[in-house]
């Protein structure tokens, strides 16, 4: 909370002691610990979301749903919550792609060229389904809402943005490890200031004619890709004057899971535990027995393919010369290989059941 307060003092009568915490969605609750005479639950609760972002952003020019990006902008949702929205890239105007924080909603951005982004109707579902055919499509992660409770350094599980126990995983560098070095510390920093970061919407897809990766609706996932190509991939996907992609982090995987579970789309049990029913796996029989096409396997928050269909690559490691993979895939049941799930392979291994998604580092 340091980063988010500055001094608050309260005084209290002699005998009444506190505890500090804070809440999901950003807030600092303090509660008394012993019998209160006045009131019901003891408890006071104080909103200060998005202190530090409001002063970055009140820098920033603005967009609104359904506008594009002139330069690097701030777009500000019906309920006050803030995102950054890189140069050249269009705010969807469709009501649950447009909306930071809830069930089953999530700000959704479009990289439309810029003589095409005006005039959309986008409340016609034909015109949008073709717009989430025709144009790569990234996610927010609203970081600076979640609790605190991920690790960057292994030990210590004090991070909004950060990789998640929820499996008993061992964080060590014997073990899973993520150095905060390169691109991931740029990450950080940018995740610092601007509260939050942008992932694939979807698993990336090979385009047909032009062979460049795609996070594209109604595509085949691109797999029997090695981690070296898939990284190599992710990071020619996006690159500007004010954005640029690279593959998917472990810490970047995690925070999305918290995410997702902290909005109240998903519980942590399906997620940690048992993940058939989002998505396509060997046991959950509404999908067939083989990889579905992106936007076909389940979608939680806007983002599609969370749970089953294939293997993710991240840059996450285990010992040394492993990397990690996460999610499972089709051939896998959903109760043996929950999105939490852990698994790792070496580098220069590509199978069938193994793809990738991009993140965006804002410069």
Not at 12 to 36: C, H, K, Q, Y
Not at 124 to 132: F, G, K
Not at 217 to 222: D, E, F, M, R
């Amino acid at each position: 909370m340091a980063n988010r307060y500055n001094k608050f003092v309260f005084e209290a009568e002699e005998g009444i002691t506190f505890d500090v915490s804070e809440g999901t969605s950003g807030e600092l609750i303090i509660r008394a610990l012993n019998d209160v005479s006045e009131g019901t639950s003891g408890e006071l609760i104080i909103r200060a979301l998005n202190i530090v972002s409001n002063n970055v952003y009140s820098e920033l020019p603005t967009v609104s749903a359904g506008e594009y990006a002139e330069v690097l902008s701030v777009y500000t949702d019906n309920n006050g919550n803030k995102a950054v929205v890189p140069q050249g890239w269009t705010v969807s105007g469709v009501p649950k792609e447009n909306i930071i924080w809830g069930k089953d909603k999530g700000l959704v951005i479009y990289h439309i060229p810029k003589e095409k982004a005006s005039g959309i109707n986008w409340q016609n579902p034909d015109e949008v389904e073709t717009l989430m055919r025709t144009y790569d499509q990234f996610v927010w992660t609203p970081v600076g809402l979640l609790t605190a409770n991920g690790t960057l350094d292994g030990i210590h599980f004090n991070e909004k943005f950060g990789r998640m126990n929820y499996r008993n995983n061992t964080f060590s560098e014997s073990e899973y490890h993520e150095p905060l070095v390169g691109e991931l510390l740029f990450q950080k920093e940018s995740v610092d200031k601007y509260d939050g970061y942008y992932s694939s919407r979807y698993d990336i897809s090979k385009d047909k004619d032009t062979g460049k990766p795609r996070s594209v609706k109604g595509a085949i996932p691109w797999t029997y890709i090695n981690f070296p190509t898939a990284k190599e991939v992710a990071s020619t996907m996006v690159q500007s004057k004010t954005v640029t992609s690279h593959l998917m982090y472990g810490a970047e995987y995690d925070t999305r899971e918290k995410w997702v579970i902290e909005s109240g789309a998903v519980t942590t049990k399906e997620i940690a535990e048992d993940s058939t029913e989002l998505g396509n796996y060997y046991n959950n029989k509404n999908y067939p027995s083989r990889i579905v096409k992106t936007g076909e396997d389940g979608c939680i928050n806007n983002i599609y393919g969370f749970a089953g269909n294939f293997d993710e690559w991240t840059q996450e490691q285990n010992n040394n010369s492993c990397r990690v993979i996460r999610g499972g895939f089709y051939d896998n049941c959903g109760d043996d290989y929950p999105v939490a799930y852990r698994d790792y392979c070496y580098p220069i291994c590509s199978y069938i059941g193994t793809g990738f998604r991009a993140t965006l580092y804002i410069n």
